[in-house]
């Protein structure tokens, strides 16, 4: 087996998920992963902490949405930063893995631990939103406010979009969620 | 120890917080809270189906929601629905009793599996929002999003009013959370 492949993250999150959905979850261990990816025990650990963290390639999300943040115009208004915030996130690290997503989904919800993970994964892209409006400037209260709003537009944008047929983009739906919440707001 | 009494209820929440204060939630068992309350087992277990939900007198609060939003006049909009339901809620319900509320949030973040029902204590509350909305003719999508707004800024503002000296009421609180997500996102 080789030490080090280009492609050894992707190829270790491809044999944890079908490991998982043949066999379960909890039934599957690290080295049955390493080995159905044609890896090391030793590699696998150069990636992820333990076997939950490969459902989630998402420890870079916070990073990445805080680089979003920190690229939008310097006159973007908070609503703003939070619109670009969930489309460039969407449309560039989502999008085209709806069918790795939708399939993490169904084995997350059959764990209880997994599902505790993910509530505390939701929390941090929260609070990088929060960071990145605190970062331009909105006050505390508002920026909390708006990036927990951001969490639950996105999170039922994002329900729907694993639910639906994949026609429309994750980020159009979150978007329409967005002005939904704005229309009911503003009368 | 009589069998029945008009304050049972309040007797045995009284009795449980004072023992999960002074030696734990874990450690403290049924028997031990009613006979503190000067009750039976018996009794306890008319009113509670296990020692967790003495921590929440909660369980009515969704029928409250409904019977707010039945009262509410028949042309309010759907943010003024749900900003008199958190009016209502906060005045009539919780604001009296901001010194038990705060020690038991206190005994909830010592215990996972009280935290654990406090989240979904909170979803019934925002789904009992949700169908408030539906019946009054609200789309789908809109009233979850609402309600799930609703939860965040009473949230938000329950822990403010919590830790706060008291001097403003809740519901000053939440709404102050309202308006300032509403300015927000108008712009």
Do not use: C
Not at 45 to 57: C, L
Not at 148 to 160: G, H, K, P
Request: hydrophobic share 45%; no cysteine; glycine share 4%.
């Amino acid at each position: 087996m080789s030490r080090w492949r280009p492609d050894a993250r992707e190829r270790l999150e491809a044999a944890a998920l079908e490991l998982f959905e043949r066999q379960g979850f909890a039934a599957t261990t690290v080295p049955q992963i390493a080995e159905r990816a044609g890896l090391t025990t030793r590699t696998f650990f150069r990636y992820f902490a333990d076997k939950r963290e490969v459902m989630y390639a998402g420890d870079q999300f916070p990073a990445l949405v805080a680089r979003i943040f920190a690229e939008a115009p310097a006159d973007a208004s908070p609503v703003d930063l939070v619109t670009t915030s969930i489309q460039r996130f969407s449309d560039e690290e989502l999008e085209h893995q709806r069918d790795t997503i939708r399939r993490r989904s169904a084995i997350i919800q059959s764990d209880p631990g997994l599902r505790e993970r993910s509530l505390r994964k939701r929390a941090d892209l929260s609070e990088a939103v929060r960071d990145g409006l605190l970062r331009r400037g909105v006050p505390d209260r508002t920026a909390a406010l708006l990036a927990d709003m951001a969490a639950t537009v996105f999170e039922m944008a994002l329900s729907e979009w694993i639910d639906g047929d994949g026609e429309r983009a994750l980020s159009v739906l979150a978007l329409e969620n967005l002005n939904l919440l704005r229309e009911a707001l503003a009368v």
